[in-house]
């Protein structure tokens, strides 16, 4: 079992900044994959971006450009800097980690991007 913390969730104001915290414990395997998703109201849940143990990373064209998917191994832990936010990224964000034969998911975090 993995379990997954996040943080760094809220309101923000549109062109304003905020950063993902997500920190993963338990049984964890040294290659994994981790990264954010995230679902609005009345909409599929999507990619946002991932990053893998090794740094390779995948984002949705949609925050290209704006996000920045990072983390640090040592604390098992994956950060997503949005930056010039849009009131379309009002979504819960979630976050997975995966490695193979196994998937996991946190309770997800609210942002808000509204003035």
């Known amino acids: 079992q993995v379990q997954l913390v996040e943080s760094g969730g809220g309101l923000v104001q549109p062109g304003g900044s905020l950063r993902l915290s997500c920190a993963a414990s338990g049984s964890i395997f040294s290659f994994n994959t981790m990264g954010w998703y995230r679902q609005a109201p009345g909409k599929q849940r999507e990619l946002v971006a991932t990053i893998t143990s090794s740094g390779s990373t995948i984002y949705a064209d949609s925050v290209k450009g704006r996000f920045t998917i990072s983390r640090d191994n040592a604390k098992n832990t994956v950060y997503l800097q949005m930056n010039s936010l849009k009131p379309e990224d009002t979504a819960v964000y979630f976050c997975?980690?995966?490695?193979?034969?196994?998937?996991?998911w946190g309770q997800g975090t609210q942002v808000t991007v509204s003035s």
């Open positions: 997975i980690h995966r490695s193979p034969g196994t998937g996991y």
